[in-house]
């Protein structure tokens, strides 16, 4: 039996404490949560992000429950001992919260996800302390919020007035009163990301929210280069998958086509 200790909602508050970053990446599919796992990296969130990245979707509303559940099922045994964040979709959890609670504990008891993420700010409130007080851990997420990107009209930096600023600084300080591990900042400006930080005692995780975030979060595809369309400023290639499966595709089917593979030592 493995010794090795398994991350928790303690150690993620204790980092926070001593001033250690957390590292966390999204995660899809079982290889992948190997390797991350492997690497150090802290916490493995199975974002909607898969509408986009696995999914082929234009963005994250079509993702269903079940959808998740599979990714997420599938992370977790990639990587057994992992902290592991099932993200609820769409619809999951907005419309009725006896629902949202019933679909959240999915994650934990089909998934064997460590906790589940949901965008919102005021309006989940009371559905973030009913959930916590059932025993769901959960992350919120603040600042740009990907589900609402029909409503907003697009992709839009959250905090730039003075009044946005304060609102995600009361709605963080709010989350964590109810009970939240932790919260997300997306796309929000430093300087707001660094007072947020500074207000409450759980960890903030930046996406597009700058240096002084307790930990960052990233979505694998964008750092490895496998979203090739245009790179995001938030994000750092610290690879090109994309260019390097391109070359070993084409060069697979060009020995296919020229009878080049499979040679004699790849047969039997
Ligand atoms: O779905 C996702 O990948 C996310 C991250 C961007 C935080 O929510």
Redesign the pocket.
């Known amino acids: 039996m493995s010794t090795e200790k398994k991350l928790t909602v303690s150690c993620l508050r204790r980092k926070k404490e001593k001033n250690e970053k957390i590292v966390m990446l999204?995660a899809y599919d079982a290889a992948t949560a190997a390797l991350a796992y492997r690497c150090g990296v802290d916490v493995l969130?199975v974002?909607?992000?898969m509408g986009n990245t696995v999914l082929g979707y234009e963005n994250?509303i079509p993702v269903t429950l079940e959808q998740s559940l599979h990714h997420c099922a599938a992370v977790r045994r990639g990587a057994p001992k992992a902290f592991v964040i099932g993200?609820m979709p769409f619809m999951t959890y907005q419309a009725d919260q006896n629902e949202a609670l019933k679909n959240a504990a999915r994650y934990l008891q089909e998934a064997r996800a460590d906790a589940v993420?949901l965008e919102g700010g005021a309006e989940i409130l009371p559905l973030v302390k009913r959930m916590v007080s059932a025993g769901v851990p959960v992350m919120c997420?603040i600042g740009l919020l990907?589900q609402q990107v029909l409503v907003a009209g697009g992709y839009k930096i959250a905090g730039k007035t003075e009044a946005d600023a304060q609102r995600l600084i009361r709605e963080a300080q709010e989350f964590e009163a109810a009970g939240a591990f932790a919260v997300?900042l997306?796309c929000l400006p430093a300087a707001v990301s660094k007072e947020i930080t500074a207000a409450v005692k759980i960890p903030t995780i930046g996406?597009g929210a700058g240096k002084y975030c307790d930990g960052q979060?990233q979505?694998v595809n964008d750092i490895l280069g496998l979203f090739t369309a245009f790179v995001p400023k938030h994000t750092k290639r610290y690879a090109e998958l994309g260019i390097q499966i391109e070359k070993a595709f084409s060069e697979y089917a060009g020995e296919v086509r020229e009878g080049k593979f499979p040679g004699d030592e790849h047969s039997f």
Request: proline share 7%.
């Open positions: 999204t969130l974002g909607d992000s994250t993200d993420k997420h990907p997300v997306e996406i979060v979505v």
